[in-house]
């Protein structure tokens, strides 16, 4: 097994982290007080290819994979954990989603534009009363003049207002229970269909989150994706393969909370010499670097596996419970190490703990990647 990156997931690696450093760290405080969701970038996310990182060049995109899709998540996440998240909820969610299951026509009209980076793509599972149980969906599409007419809401979407693209399931025959459900896409110029409220979040602040609602919205049924009925097993598919991007996410916090917390170790004296001296700190930092790799090499096993065109589940899952948990520990003991500066916004540990909690609970919660765990191995 080699566990390296190549020359080129390298190159795109730097490439990020320069991109990072210099158009987003100047930034990422500023964003989070104001809980500004810095569309200023997307042009220059698009220029680099991060607009549509896992798509043909026929369709716009970088024809990346997903070991060097984890890779840029990560490098993003390690200086601004909102701009990681939208970056991953754009290409792993949205775009994905009309990749993998829309027509040629919907493709060239929606996937290509996102992809270039003309707007910001969205992704709607999470109702109200449908979190964990995302097949509890309440919205529902009844046929109407050759269309459907969509009634209901979503919770919690990245993108919800800036975005003019978004994926969404409805229940299409209630009779059916999940496989009554089917996805749709919609966008903006779509009467009956708005944003809602925007959240007002603990992290991941730059991150735009609000509601959409649908009243009598009208969707054509050329924007049905793929068969009647499928929409829910299209989204858990989806998913699988978001989880890995989460996972990414989580490594990328967990390392900007590791390395914000060595600098300060080896910067703060107490007693005469840098606290990096003490056994107690050193320890710490062990435990932190060693769960951080441990983390990354089973993200960059799930994309691998991905990528191979193999079942990813239960890989995908373990890698984003791992890693998810792993980044609010990482960044909690970062504010330990930091001791009471950790505990203000004059260091940036107290931002990766907050931005890392929220990988815990989106694209499933650790309970439910568990669940997801315990099935495949009790399948085998």
Known sequence: MNFELNEEQLQIKASVREFAESEIKPNVMDWDETQHFPDELRPKLAELGLMGVLFPEEYGGAGLGYVEYATIIEELARVC????LSVAAHNSLCSNHIYQFGSEEQKQKYLVPLTQGETWGAWGLTESQAGSDSAGTRTTAIRSNGGWQVNGSKNFITHAITGNTLVAVAVTDKEKGNKGISAF????????FRSDKKENKLGMRASETASVVFEDCYVPDENRLGNLGEGFLQAMQILDGGRISIAALSVGIAQGAYEAAV??????????????????????????????EAARLLTLQAAYLKDAGKKVSQASAMAKLFASETAVKVAEESIQIHGGYGYTKDYPAEKYWRDAKLCTIGEGT??????????TLLKA
């Open 81 to 84: 954990g909102s701009v990681g």
């Open 366 to 375: 650790s309970e439910i990647q568990r669940l997801v765990i315990a099935k």
């Open 185 to 192: 896409i919609f966008d903006k110029t779509m009467d009956g």
């Open 263 to 292: 600098r300060y170790a080896k910067e703060r004296h107490q007693f005469g010499k840098p606290i990096a001296e003490f056994q107690a700190i050193q320890f710490k930092l062990a435990d932190m670097a060693t769960q951080i």
